[in-house]
């Protein structure tokens, strides 16, 4: 299964998707790469769209490598077999909670901060590898006290997957490949990267 681009991979969860009370529901997406999917969301079934920042807390000497990660209203999950000195993990924390509040402060102007308290909440990326970004977001909005969380994410491999579903109410997915192919995009035609700064374009173009 490839997709063409990400508008293409939102358009067909959005298709997967039944929101049986979109009043009460809020799509949140993990920015950057999970705008343009929940923004196809938004439109489709009528619902309020929202973000939730999370950002991978990474290896001092792999900088692709995530040993944890954290999201704007949570705490930091940590992978507690990678072997890292504390001092670094700190100073990532720090680093990780600047970038999170920069980018809140950018989009803050072009969106309306949904309360998630007693909502149904759809959490939506472009696809999953480790799923350490999924899972602080998932943990910071569960302190929020929604009344339900779905994963909508096109692509994630078997054993995270395995793991999400015992933290969430319900995953939809596209495809879940026994053979991942290591990066999420890899299952992409067209997977360019997307600035901070084309993000309030993209939300200004929903609300308009």
């Known amino acids: 299964m490839f997709f063409r681009n990400r508008r293409d991979a939102g358009n067909q969860l959005a298709e997967k998707l039944t929101v049986n009370q979109p009043e009460n529901t809020v799509v949140l997406a993990l920015p950057r790469g999970g705008v343009p999917l929940a923004i196809e969301i938004s439109k489709r079934h009528s619902i309020p769209f929202d973000v939730v920042h999370a950002k991978k807390i990474v290896h001092p000497l792999q900088r692709e490598f995530a040993i944890g990660a954290i999201a ?48 149904e909440i759809i959490l939506v990326d472009d696809g999953i590898a480790t799923g350490m970004t999924m899972f602080a977001a998932i943990e910071a909005i569960k302190n929020q006290q929604p009344n339900k969380i779905t994963v909508a994410v096109p692509i994630i491999p078997e054993d995270t997957y395995n793991h999400l579903k015992t933290l969430v109410d319900d995953i939809i997915y596209i495809e879940v490949p026994e053979q991942f192919l290591g990066a999420v995009g890899a299952y992409y035609q067209q997977f360019p990267q997307i600035s901070d700064e084309e993000i309030p374009t993209m939300i200004k173009q929903l609300k308009n």
Do not use: C, M, S
């Not at 720090?94 to 950018?106: F, P, Q």
């Open 72 to 119: 704007e209203k949570g705490e930091p999950i940590l992978n507690t077999e990678v072997d890292v000195e504390q001092t670094w993990i700190d100073q990532e924390i720090h680093r990780v909670r600047e970038e999170i509040a920069r980018r809140r402060d950018l989009y803050d102007t072009f969106l309306e901060q949904e309360p998630l308290e007693e909502k």
